[in-house]
Each structure stands twice: as structure tokens, then as C-alpha cells.
């Protein structure tokens, strides 16, 4: 049988190549899980990172202590504290990392929750809760970052969507109708993006330009799967075809390949990280 983890990508530990040198990366839910191992990818191609919290600021602390521990020391990585579903709290944490690090070279959209429930027995407050927080905060996080970029004519949007927007799950109709709602936010803004940069004559042939992309990543092994219960998790593994669960790390090499100036004519996609969970 095959050996699995000798495929497997690694955490990144210190800076491996230059792909971002002097880009700077605002990360929510920068802090932990997935978001951590985002931050971490961009770093070891050379960005400065600020990442997103909203409550649990010992782990923020712990981040950074490891962040600067793997990476060139303190300068590098900044924390923000703030709730994305609250408009106000967006546009100070862009505004706190503009005063900082004086740019935002790349935004990516990762902070999500879940409150699973069937759907029937699914609170309303539930239901908006879940929207508020991935989707709305989404956009609350794109829209002044957006404004930024299209003024200096370049960047990167990624959003942190999840193979659930595709092909939905039980017990997550309001978590799957916040991922689907990504996708169709994301192809809007990479067409609003180009349009306005085309608009101004700032549509360079090898140009960086805007892209916005999502990555829609499956069963992740993060906190967010404490929750499911353990006969269910053996169900779902079950129906996964690579056979195992997916590593934050697998999804963070994604967003730095599209986070990469090179990547400037890919946007408006979607980028499936499922172990085929999907097909
Ligand atoms: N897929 C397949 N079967 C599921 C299921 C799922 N997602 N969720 C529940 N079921 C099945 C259970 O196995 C159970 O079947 P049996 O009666 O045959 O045993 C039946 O539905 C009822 O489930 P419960 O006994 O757990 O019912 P409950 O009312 O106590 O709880 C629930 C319902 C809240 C939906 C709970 O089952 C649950 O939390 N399910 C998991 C939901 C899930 O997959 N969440 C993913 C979180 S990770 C994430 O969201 C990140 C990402 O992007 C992928």
C-alpha cells in the first residue's frame, strides 16, 4: 500500500523563496487552522502577514510567538482583533494594516464558522449567524480592500470557500448556502475588477493586475470537525476517493500559488482541494 505521508506537505518553516518579497498579506481567521497555515505559506515565499482574530487572543499570541520564531523574527506578522460580520470592524482592520504595513498586497477571506443543524430544526438566528460571518464578512472585508487595490492597480483576493457550496451536506444549509454565495462574490468582483482596471487603461499586458479566486477545500483536519460526531465523520471519510482527511498545508499552497504575480491570468475561478470528494 501506498505510503501516504511521504506525499505530504510539510508546515512551512522559514523563507523558501522570494515569490512575494515585499508583498503584504491580510489573513481572517489568520490565527489558527487553516488561516495559520495560509499565513505561513505566504511567509515562506517572502510576504509580510497581518492576521484576522476575533476573540481568542492566546492564540493569537501563541501564532506569532511560533510565526517569529519559524520567520526572520519580529516585523514580519502583525494580529488584528475584529468580528467580520461587523461592517465597521472591517474597515478599521484594513485601515490598521494600511497604518502598519503601509499596503495590502493580498486579502484572503478565510474566517468561516459552522452551526450545524438540520434545516428543520435550524434556528433563524443560526441561519443568520452563519451568513453574517462567512459570507457577509466576505464581502465587509473585500469591499475598502478593493478600493485600495484598485487605486494602486494591483492585487490579490482569495476567498476560503469549501467543497460544501458545491455539492452541500446534511445539517449545513446554512453553512453551504454561505460557501455557494463565495463563488458567485468572487466571479463578480474578478469581472468588476478587470472592468475598472480596463476602464482606466491600467489593463497592462504583463501586468500583476487584480484576480479574485476562490479555493474550495474539503474535510479539513482542523477544530471545525470536533464538532461532527464521530459516527458521522467515519461516514463522511468514507466517501472521500484519496482516503483520508485533507492537511491545512494542502490547502495554504494553493492561495500562495494564486497569491503569486504570475498568476495574474487566472481569476474568477475555483480551485477544488478535495481529495475528489466531488467527482
Ligand atoms: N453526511 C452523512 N450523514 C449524515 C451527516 C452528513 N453530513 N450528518 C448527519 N448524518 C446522518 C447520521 O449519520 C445519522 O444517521 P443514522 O441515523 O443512520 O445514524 C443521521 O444523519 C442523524 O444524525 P444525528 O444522529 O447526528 O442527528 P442529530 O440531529 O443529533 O444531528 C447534525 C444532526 C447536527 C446534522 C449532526 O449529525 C452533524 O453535526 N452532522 C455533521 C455535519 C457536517 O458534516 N459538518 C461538517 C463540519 S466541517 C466543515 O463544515 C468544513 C468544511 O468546509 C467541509
Redesign the pocket.
Known sequence: MTNLSSTIVEPATGVIGQKLAGRVALVTGGTRGIGAAICRSLASQGASVAAGYSGNKERAALFVKEFERDFDGPGRVTTHQGNVSHPEDCRRVVQEVLDEHGRIDILVNNAGI?M???AM?MSIEDWNTVLAVNLSGSFYMAQPTLEHMVERGTGRIIFVS???GETG????AN?AAS?AGMLGLTKTLAKEAAFILARSGRLEENGVGITVNTVT????ATE??E???E??LD??KSTIPVGRLCHPDEIARVVHFLAADASAYITGQVWGVNGGLDM
Not at 477545500?217 to 479539513?220: A, I, M, Q, S
Open positions: 459552522t450545524d443543524k438540520m430544526k469549501s467543497v460544501i451536506n446534511i445539517g449545513q453553512y460557501k477545500p474539503g474535510f479539513v471545525m470537525l464538532n461532527v460526531p459516527k458521522v461516514k463522511i
